[in-house]
């Protein structure tokens, strides 16, 4: 028995050229084109004989030949002409037919002898294995997911061409409208065959060109980059944005007409939007036409309310557009947004807000008015969670402010929406509500798409003083799908080494409290700012709850020893006065206002925090250390960013003077251009760095796009640093006649950075110089760190 591959062929291919080992006529069938059906038009088998069948007088019996797996019996009950009936060519035909209608075979004639009917058939094989040869892109077990053939059914033509197709739509839906797949079988002994796809994937059908027809207002590379789809180029090798897919072709036209919507083009339209794949399949073309129409101003602008207890004095102040202003359907829905939020902060909980907008063509405005009105009393019927295949459903419901039962409240549903996006552990996260069971029942989905939360980080500096330093973290910040996170660092300068490991519950025992611990090992060998090493153990438990919606608490009980050790004798005198151990155990608190509109990447609003450090509770140390930050965010045009921070801070001691090892340090990063622990009291002699009692450190910066494109996430800033350490309490009598250098004065540093939003994770480079400071600061050039996602 030969056992060559056999190529479907446009002939009929019968089994019994399979017993031959042979090959079937007619030419092959090229990639991805369908060979022909096992029947032909109107049921009638292709190759099958019932013409020239003598009608007239009585079928005496019925004989079966050919059959092997099936028996005689079967194949006469799908006969429509039984012993007994006349002979007549239309029960034969239909008996022809019915027998090429079940599959089983892959030729059939009738003939006869007489009063006897023979059937001959041809059984089609059975399929052995089915095996897949030239695919990367998807294995084998999602190739078979798509496949109607098994092993161990019936082999049919139609079978192998439907898998053909749905082969390929699989690599088109991947972006390979290129890839082409040709099945073969190998007969086997038995009437068996296995069954062979052989696939060649060719490369992702990219973008070649996208152009737009009828754009008079805006270039082609503005609307190009409105638009998600983009043209294939080098940098894009981590991006799927530039490959062709049919539904963002959809989606693009969409974010046109809100483009030209928000620029005050209300009649603007897509006529069209067509792809033509390029003659060698290599890549598409994408023409837009559109209608750009004329320009529109707003016309008067005025709330009117139905509900008689709204105050439309305190809702008026809300509204943001002003007549004259080019009109911006992104501002009215903005202004809709606003007005919903305060009505329901005052409680109205069911109200219909809908912008009316009153086109006047002769004038080019557009009047609108917000009408409030009294909606239907809708409550939440349920909550779906789709798209989560690692996180648990819990975790997503959990961040809702809305609960089955409740009454259905838009600026909830939108603040629900935003903490699952502050998660930071989905793509994608959209927050819609449908019509439930009855007309005062919602349904709320959330749809999610996960990306990867586990992070590893890699840092890197240098120090004209402290020379090179790394930092390698692993953070896993959706544990098991729990939403759990586990953080481990570790830090490696030529001062210092540093590990530890913590870990969070955000949601302890199925309540709204956070609880972990952290566990920490500093080995901190001073030689280039200290002679001396620091080696501290320690650990903590933490504890944190909301008190209100932006009001967060946060409490914790540490423990720790700090060791200072190796003290050399050309150190300062006043640490070698604080060698030896010294246990401290602590309890603080941080009370967080935070009203910045994201927690991951804020454009608006801001956060106050507060925190209390108490030691004394045992242990060898006794203070108190208070710390306040706060930051501003602002945008002061789009995608540029304004941020005003700072923070300050203060330790006092109880009964005692404040230790080394409890004091400030300043300077790496929280002030740019200074090296780390390069600014504050210092030893005048040894030139060591003493800490301080007292700090406040502030920073003003401008984030704004470098003008490439935008899915490279590359972004720029400006920003200026300002700070100062002082404040140290020491009775120590230096042997070496060594003071401390304390000058109590303003130190500023300003500079630029660079960062990119890469597939990595973030990299970062800032630049900054000093341009008010002290003879004994120590000056750090540029700071880079980056890091990756896995």
């Known amino acids: 028995m030969a056992t060559a591959a056999v190529v479907l062929g446009t002939s009929l291919f019968s089994a019994e050229v399979m017993a031959q080992g042979g ?17 032909a038009s109107g049921g009638q088998a292709a190759g099958g004989q019932a013409a020239a069948i003598q009608t007239g007088g009585t079928v005496s019996a019925i004989k079966v030949e050919g059959t092997q797996r099936i028996e005689p019996e079967t194949v006469r009950s799908y006969l429509v002409l039984q012993p ?22 892959a030729d059939v004639s009738l003939r006869r002898e007489g009063g006897t009917l023979i059937v001959h058939v041809v059984e089609n094989p059975i399929v052995n294995r089915i095996a897949f040869e030239g695919n990367h892109k998807f294995d084998d077990a999602a190739l078979n997911a798509e496949l109607q053939l098994r092993p161990r ?42 069954v062979v796809f052989e696939i060649e994937e060719g490369q992702v059908t990219g973008i070649k060109s996208v152009t737009f027809i009828g754009n008079h207002q805006f270039e082609d590379s503005k609307l190009r980059g409105v638009i998600s789809t983009k043209e294939s180029r080098w940098y894009r090798f981590f991006s799927s944005d530039d490959t062709y897919d049919p539904d963002r072709l959809t989606y693009d036209r969409e974010l046109l007409r809100k483009f030209y919507l928000s620029q005050g083009y209300a009649d603007f339209r897509v006529d069209s939007g067509v792809a033509e794949l390029a003659p060698d399949r290599g890549g598409f073309y994408l023409t837009y036409t559109i209608e750009e129409g004329e320009r529109y101003k707003f016309g008067k602008v005025e709330v009117v309310s139905q509900i008689k207890d709204v105050k439309l004095d305190e809702l008026t102040p809300l509204v943001t557009i002003k007549e004259g202003d080019w009109y911006d359907a992104d501002a009215v829905e903005g202004t809709v947004g606003q007005l919903t939020d305060a009505l329901g902060n005052h409680g109205y909980a069911f109200v219909d807000i809908r912008p009316r907008p009153v086109r006047n063509r002769e004038t080019r405005t557009i009047d609108v008015v917000f009408d409030i009105q009294e909606g239907p009393r ?60 009855a007309p005062d029942l919602t349904v709320v989905t959330v749809n999610v798409e996960e990306q990867s939360t586990g992070e590893l980080s890699l840092g890197a500096g240098f120090s004209t003083t402290d020379g090179l330093l790394g930092n390698v973290g692993i953070r896993e910040k959706n544990l098991l799908g729990r939403g759990q996170d586990l953080r481990l660092n570790f830090m490696l300068s030529q001062r210092a080494q540093q590990a530890d490991i913590s870990f969070t ?34 650990g903590a438990l933490r504890m944190g709850y909301q008190i209100t919606e932006p009001l967060r608490q946060t409490l914790k009980y540490e423990v720790r020893n700090d060791s200072i050790t190796n ?59 208070n710390k306040v930050s706060a930051a501003y ?33 300043v300077g790496g990063d929280n002030l740019r251009g200074f090296a780390t622990a390069g600014i504050g009291p210092r030893d005048s002699v040894s030139s060591d760095a003493l ?3 007292q700090y406040y450190v502030g920073s003003a910066q401008l984030s704004f796009p470098l003008g490439l494109p935008q899915e490279l996430g590359i972004g720029g800033r400006l920003f200026t640093d300002f700070g100062d350490l002082w404040g140290i309490n020491q009775s120590v009598v230096s042997s070496t006649g060594a003071t401390i250098q304390d000058a109590n004065s303003l130190r500023v540093s300003t500079g630029f950075g660079v960062s990119w939003k890469s597939p990595f994770g973030p990299i970062r480079l800032d630049l900054a110089r000093p341009i008010m400071k002290q003879s004994y600061d120590r000056n750090e050039l540029f700071h880079i760190g980056f890091g990756t996602r896995f």
Do not use: C, M
């Open 23 to 39: 090959q079937p006529q007619g030419g092959q069938t090229s990639g991805g084109q369908q060979a022909s059906g096992g029947q």
């Open 84 to 105: 007994g009936d006349t002979f007549d060519q239309s029960r034969i035909d239909r008996s022809l037919k019915a027998l090429f209608a079940t599959g089983l075979f």
């Open 153 to 194: 059914i019936v082999y049919t033509r139609t079978k192998v061409q439907s898998d053909v197709k749905r082969i390929l739509e699989l690599y088109r839906r991947s972006g390979r409208f290129a890839a082409s797949v040709e099945p073969k079988v190998v007969p086997l002994d038995q009437n068996r065959v296995d």
């Open 378 to 437: 809708v409550f939440v019927e349920r909550i779906d969670v789709t798209g989560n295949v690692r996180t648990l459903d819990k975790v997503v419901r959990r961040e809702f402010r809305l609960v089955e039962g409740d009454a259905f409240n838009t600026s909830k549903l939108r603040r629900s929406e935003q903490r699952i996006k502050d998660l930071g552990f989905f793509k994608k996260a959209e927050v819609t509500n449908t019509p439930g069971s």
């Open 505 to 538: 519950e955000p949601y302890f025992l199925d309540k709204n409290i956070a609880a972990g611990f952290d566990l920490f090992q500093i080995d901190q060998r001073n030689n280039l700012n200290a002679l001396y090493d620091q080696f501290t153990v320690g």
């Open 567 to 625: 003290v050399q004798a050309t150190a300062s005198d006043f640490i070698k006065e604080e060698a030896g151990p010294r246990l401290s155990s602590l309890v603080g608190q941080v009370l967080l206002y935070d009203e910045r509109d994201s927690r991951l990447d804020p454009h608006r609003g801001y956060f106050v925090s507060y925190g209390l450090d108490l030691a004394g509770l045992g242990g060898d140390a006794h203070y108190v250390r």
């Open 633 to 665: 965010y602002y945008p002061v045009a789009k995608e540029w960013i304004l941020g005003l921070s700072g923070e300050a801070g203060l330790v006092s001691g109880l009964g005692e003077q404040v230790k080394i090892q409890d004091r400030f340090f």
């Open 691 to 693: 800490g301080g009692n």
